[in-house]
């Protein structure tokens, strides 16, 4: 556990058959919200919103009533699934396990986004969809945009210690991250020299024995496809030996 890490309390009401779940120091903006719009189509139309890259158009925004600033995403399907139904989900939606699995992870070590809010809008009696607002962690890149920039030997061996600190901070709490892509590695910059690795989307993370090899060698092996899809597919400069000191010093 952290020691001096501050866990939010959260409410849960209901405006206009939306279901929500908030932070109660934001519990009022995000309900001023709701009352007049969706919390993404809030997000989307605020004209400082800064897009970001996702499976669907994700923004970070100022919230109102000095809640500061969150990044708000509205929840997609990938795969297969998602040509059956793209955002639809039963009980309990991705933001409930978000929040679960964020707490969790928080107070075992792993640096991952405060879920600010989430909501549930009903389809039918069964389905929903559902947005989500985590704390903007600002200042930050993608793993995928830190190794195509990045390529002198000093600075990219303080991206990849990065990269094997999470590793091995996930390998500790037992969290298995299933959708653990480049896209869901920020990286910002350290206290010092070094940089910081932050765990993002972790509404897929399921959780294990803590210090599990089984779950250090899927996380490993989950990094591993994507980093290679990404060297295959879009030229990423990635070699053999950036996959060895990853593989070598997360397993130590």
């Keep these: ?22 932070a109660a120091s934001c519990s009022a903006s995000i309900r001023g919200v709701l009352e007049r719009e969706r919390l993404y189509e809030f997000a989307a139309r605020q004209p400082d919103a800064v897009p970001l890259v996702g499976r669907a158009p994700v923004f970070a925004v100022e919230l109102p ?43 075992s070590g792993v ?13 039918n009696l069964v389905m929903r969809r559902s947005d989500v607002a985590t704390r903007e962690i600002p200042n930050g ?17 303080m991206v990849l210690d990065a990269v094997v600190k999470l590793l091995r901070s996930l390998t500790q ?13 920020l990286l910002t910059a350290g ?7 932050h765990v993002l989307d972790v509404d ?13 060698k899927a996380n490993l092996d989950r990094l591993f496809r994507s980093l290679r899809k990404w060297r295959d597919i879009h030229g990423l400069p990635y ?5 060895e000191h990853i593989r070598l010093r997360s397993l130590e």
Aim: charged content about 25%; aromatic content about 6%.
């Design 173 to 185: 709490a037992g969290a298995y991250h299933q959708d653990l892509n480049l896209k869901n590695v």
């Design 141 to 157: 890149h993608d793993l995928s945009v830190a190794l195509a920039k990045i390529t002198d030997h000093t600075h990219r061996v």
């Design 239 to 243: 070699s053999a030996e950036d996959e």
């Design 111 to 123: 640096s991952t986004p405060e879920v600010v809010a989430y909501v549930s809008y009903p389809k």
């Design 1 to 22: 556990m952290i020691i001096g890490l501050t866990i939010p309390s959260y409410e849960r009401f209901e405006v206009s058959g939306a279901r929500v779940v908030a």
């Design 204 to 216: 897929r993370v399921r959780f294990s024995s803590p210090g599990s090899p089984l779950v250090a």
């Design 191 to 197: 206290e010092g020299a070094g940089l910081d690795a």
């Design 65 to 107: 009533g000095g809640c500061g600033r969150v990044v708000v995403r509205h929840n997609m399907r990938g795969g297969w699934m998602a040509k059956l139904s793209k955002d639809l989900f039963v009980l309990p939606t991705r933001g409930f396990r978000e929040l679960i699995a964020s707490l969790r992870l928080r107070a």
